[in-house]
């Protein structure tokens, strides 16, 4: 028997879930700061996170009417996972990334599943494939440019 689409989908949330919990516990924002010089509070954390649990009840709710959502968030998973995660333990030769664990573990295999079973079920075509890998770019992209962002003069608050 094979797992279906939205079963996948609802297992990229699960994924996410621990590797939330992964990150945070082992002190991903210092670790960010250090390595890959974004800067991040635990504030940013919490929301970016909390939005990327309400994206992964979105996407898995929405499986069967708008199958790109659970692929965008396989994309991102995937993003996540080699660009936050293994390269930067390549490149930092073998420091740990806070989340690397889950990311290996099972974003790489949940993600390439929810891709597998949306190919087997029909639902993968050339455009959803090159729509996903873009849609769950900008989703990686969108809190980092932020967090760029939000330090240039236009756009603080501050009186």
Do not use: K
């Not at 889950?102 to 959803?128: D, H, R």
């Amino acid at each position: 028997m094979s797992i279906g689409f939205e079963t996948w989908a609802w297992l990229g949330l699960l994924a996410y879930t621990l590797h939330i919990m992964e990150e945070f516990s082992f002190d991903w924002r210092d670790w960010a700061r250090a390595v890959i010089g974004l800067p991040v509070e635990w504030a940013d954390f919490y929301v970016t996170n909390a939005a990327v649990i309400v994206l992964g009840f979105a996407q898995a709710e929405m499986a069967r009417l708008l199958p790109i959502a659970p692929l965008v968030f396989a994309a991102l998973m995937l993003i996540n996972a080699t660009f936050f995660h293994a390269l930067p333990m390549i490149f930092t030769r073998g420091r740990f990334s806070p989340g690397t664990f889950t990311a290996v573990v099972l974003f790489y295999p949940v993600a390439i599943g929810t891709y597998c079973a949306a190919a087997a079920e029909g639902l993968l075509t050339t455009g959803m494939l090159l729509g996903s890998l873009v849609g769950g770019a900008l989703l990686m992209a969108y809190p980092v440019a932020m967090l760029r962002l939000r330090g240039r003069p236009y756009f603080r608050q501050a009186p």
